[in-house]
């Protein structure tokens, strides 16, 4: 019902700067808070910056003053600006979303981009 495509990820040396895109397409009736999280060594999830319909943000600690994230809510999209980019934030990143599909309230649901790889190095 709702697909999302990330675009942006490739390769950077340390200090560069890349901007993650992820846009939403279907049904979607609402899209509520938006956000982005990369993948660990151990293949789990780790949360790296939310935003709110309404714009408010909130960022892990280790990417607070260097990531910014930012959303359209006509465009049903979310960006992901990362400066000063170290080696350790190589990894994949996807987006998130929860996304309501009709008037329903039930219908409501996460929903995950397929990932793109960000690879800093020099």
């Known amino acids: 019902q709702v697909q999302f495509v990330e675009s942006g990820g490739g390769l950077v040396q340390p200090g560069g700067s890349l901007r993650l895109s992820c846009a939403a397409s279907?049904?979607?009736?609402?899209?509520?808070?938006m956000g982005w999280y990369r993948q660990t060594p151990g293949n789990q999830r780790d949360w790296v910056a939310t935003?709110?319909?309404?714009?408010?943000?909130n960022y892990a600690d280790s990417v607070k003053g260097r990531f910014t994230i930012s959303r359209d809510n006509a465009k049903n999209s979310v960006w992901l600006q990362m400066d000063s980019l170290k080696p350790e934030d190589t990894t994949a990143y996807y987006c998130?979303?929860?996304?309501?599909?009709?008037?329903?309230?039930?219908?409501?649901?996460?929903?995950w981009g397929q990932g793109t790889q960000v690879t800093v190095s020099s």
């Open positions: 998130w979303a929860q996304v309501q599909t009709t008037w329903d309230t039930t219908s409501l649901r996460d929903y």
């Open positions: 279907g049904t979607i009736f609402k899209m509520y808070d």
């Open positions: 935003i709110t319909r309404n714009s408010y943000t």
